[in-house]
């Protein structure tokens, strides 16, 4: 199975950056992905990692070091609309995706 | 435009009665997932599916049933020996390549509430 660990809760003002981190143990692995939620909406896809190193796009960069079971998603020049919760899913065996309990980012000005 | 249609978005049932989710997509994907969210928690598989005809069991699959009749329609029905159902459901679907798992792309969802 899978256990992926990510923390509940971060806050950040307006124009700062903030690094959600998101240790996993996997009993297979297919690449790590990130999405953001929107209270009472559907995630969205926001990144794909499926070797070490960093992805870059836009404002939003996310890490992966699969020898350490550790990825973070890196939000830059934070906007009040970045408030939403971040899901960490890792793709194991069987075209499954587990999915961490999220971090609810809130944005202050 | 492609995507993928979840209805009813608000469900309301009595105790003892099941009722089911509808999930369509026009992605042409192979592989399709129904997730239960609750508060505070992440995303919990229930079932999903590779191929037509052929359906797995998730991590809560107890007390919930899907078919796979059609490529593009994975419809949930919440049976009334589920226990705590009322909850977000949200449908999803994916490419296959090979062994890995695409990018999930996700219906509005569906909340439903046991009165």
């Known amino acids: 199975g899978q256990n992926i660990d990510q923390p509940t809760e971060m806050t950040a003002t307006e124009g700062a950056i903030v690094q959600i981190n998101c240790t996993y143990q996997?009993?297979?692995?297919?690449?790590l992905f990130w999405y953001q939620q929107h209270a009472g909406e559907a995630p969205t896809f926001l990144s794909y990692n499926v070797l070490d190193g960093l992805e870059e796009k836009g404002r939003f960069s996310s890490f992966l070091s699969r020898s350490k079971g550790y990825s973070y998603l890196l939000l830059k020049e934070l906007q009040m609309k970045d408030s939403a919760s971040y899901l960490c899913?890792?793709?194991?065996?069987?075209?499954?995706?587990?999915f961490g309990a999220g971090t609810t980012v809130t944005v202050r000005a | 435009d492609g995507g993928i249609t979840q209805s009813p978005k608000y469900l309301f049932r009595k105790e003892g009665q099941n009722v089911t989710l509808s999930c369509e997509q026009n992605l042409n994907h192979d592989a399709m997932y129904w997730y239960r969210q609750d508060p505070g928690q992440g995303l919990r598989l229930i079932y999903y599916?590779?191929?037509?005809?052929?359906?797995q069991k998730g991590d809560i699959a107890e007390g919930y049933s899907v078919s796979r009749e059609k490529k593009e329609s994975f419809p949930l029905t919440v049976t009334s020996a589920q226990k705590n159902p009322t909850a977000f459901y949200l449908c999803a679907s994916s490419m296959v390549r090979g062994r890995d798992t695409g990018e999930l792309f996700f219906g509005e969802g569906s909340r439903l509430t046991v009165l």
């Open positions: 996997t009993s297979g692995f297919n690449g």
């Open positions: 899913a890792v793709g194991g065996n069987d075209y499954k995706l587990s």
């Open positions: 599916s590779q191929i037509v005809n052929d359906f």
